[in-house]
């Protein structure tokens, strides 16, 4: 059974300082990795989606990276914001593409 | 406006009670999901459903049931049988496809008084 781990479970980080997420996963059978955020509260917003068959995807600030072989995803986040305050989620989908696997989360604070 | 919409926001209800939660969508999704959420835990695929009328048990189906009679809607009742149902749920449609990410609902706060 897939089980998707998230380290660390929170962090807190002063302003402006780049950070990096990270995902591990037992089964390297996946269709593609997700990363989503969630603000307290509410549901969860999409951020990158990466192919099995792609390395990394970037999206403005956001850097996700896929090493399938060794069960590995980074999310990196450049020069924090306040506003970058929230949980990161990391999801695998199965090769069957019908089921999605969470991690735990991790809860980021970034103070000003 | 598109998106997903769940109602109501928070619920409570009496323990033995049986409680239905809304779920509906205006994406013309094929796909619907259901998941739960505890504290500090990531989330837990209840039920799903790729088409209308059909719908398979995710990981932790006991004590809940749903209906797909329509296709922008996906109801899920939580039971009585639910020995825990005190938890945030969200809802999720896509296209049906692994290669389309899934659209969340801002989710329920059910809780079991």
């Known amino acids: 059974k897939q089980e998707v781990t998230q380290i660390p479970a929170a962090l807190s980080v002063p302003e402006g300082e780049n950070l990096v997420l990270n995902c591990s996963f037992t089964?390297?059978?996946?269709?593609?990795l997700q990363w989503f955020r969630q603000d307290p509260g509410k549901g969860l917003t999409s951020l990158l989606l990466i192919q099995s068959s792609q390395r990394e995807q970037t999206s403005g600030r956001l850097n996700a990276s896929l090493d399938k072989s060794s069960g590995r995803s980074t999310l990196y986040i450049a020069a924090s914001q306040p506003g970058d305050s929230a949980t990161y989620l990391c999801a695998v989908t199965n090769n069957a593409g019908n089921m999605l696997t969470f991690g735990g989360g991790t809860r980021l604070m970034v103070k000003p | 406006d598109g998106g997903i919409t769940q109602s109501p926001k928070y619920l409570f209800r009496k323990e033995g009670q049986n409680v239905t939660l809304s779920c509906e969508q205006n994406?013309?999704?094929?796909?619907m999901y259901w998941y739960r959420q505890d504290p500090g835990q990531g989330l837990r695929l209840i039920y799903y459903?790729?088409?209308?009328?059909?719908?398979q048990k995710g990981d932790i189906a006991e004590g809940y049931s749903v209906s797909r009679e329509k296709k922008e809607s996906f109801p899920l009742t939580v039971t009585s049988a639910q020995k825990n149902p005190t938890a945030f749920y969200l809802c999720a449609s896509n296209n049906g496809g692994s290669w389309d990410t899934q659209y969340f609902g801002p989710g329920t706060r059910l809780t079991v008084l």
């Open positions: 994406l013309n999704h094929d796909a």
């Open positions: 089964d390297s059978a996946i269709y593609n």
């Open positions: 459903s790729q088409i209308v009328n059909d719908f």
